[in-house]
DNA sequence: GGGATATGCAACTCGTATGTTGCATTTATG
DNA sequence: CATAAATGCAACATACGAGTTGCATATCCC
């Protein structure tokens, strides 16, 4: 199952590169409420020219987090939340190991204080160097 | 309850340049697994120069995400995980628009097709211009 | 004390992200 | 059909990010 990875093969990093702006992120707070609009009604709510708001689009479209439908003499805009669980699944497998590392810790200090011999040592405390 | 701001007021947007880059990322992979380290021995880990590290170490310490404390003549570095979940809560946002939007485009696409005089209107399907 | 180790500070290069402006192209419309 | 509207393409300016190198400073250890 190699499914969800986009043809255009996207990165992980791709996201976070295209939240990294913060004009981007207002125009994802724009497109999650209006919903699909025209590059120029987009324009409209921002202080730079079009060619500017159309290079963010695209660096949002590199990031999967937009999806544009040419119609008619217009493109018409529509936001893309599935990319942002890329994001959220990263942070969330990085929380993860460090809860672990945390709980690995707890239980090395623990067997520590009832015994002097340690069996189970945490996977590292620091490096040694 | 302004809490939760630290001293130094950070941005929730600096978490998002701080794991915008690769380089970044894989040091807070390093952190959340190794544990405390020096900056020497991180710089061990990476293909780049101590200066490049510390250069990364301060964007990340600007997102909260990385803690230093001096010991001697060394510099400990600790992840801190908490400021994830900033960003984590501006993407539960972000969706929770969405989703909402697409509920109040249901109920009106519902009633428009039970009735011909929609009382609930979406709050806005696109841009009227 | 003196050398080795760890870090800080500053200047510099290089690439690219952000934004602009000008012009061409396509489509809608009176 | 002629014009306005929406967009695409390309060149340009500017700033900043990522990385390097050189030198200074502080600390550990024999």
Known sequence: MIASVAATSRDAGDVFVALADPTRRKMIEQLSVL???TITQL???FPISRQAVTKHL???SDAGLVDTERRGRERIVTFRPEP???AIDWVAAIEARWDRRLAALAQFLAAEAND???STEP???GISS
Chains 1, 2 share one sequence.
């Open 35 to 37: 919903g699909p609009v």
């Open 123 to 125: 996977t590292q405390e």
């Open 58 to 60: 695209d660096t949002l």
């Open 116 to 118: 002097r011999q340690p």
């Open 43 to 45: 324009t409209e709510v």
């Open 84 to 86: 942002l669980h890329e």
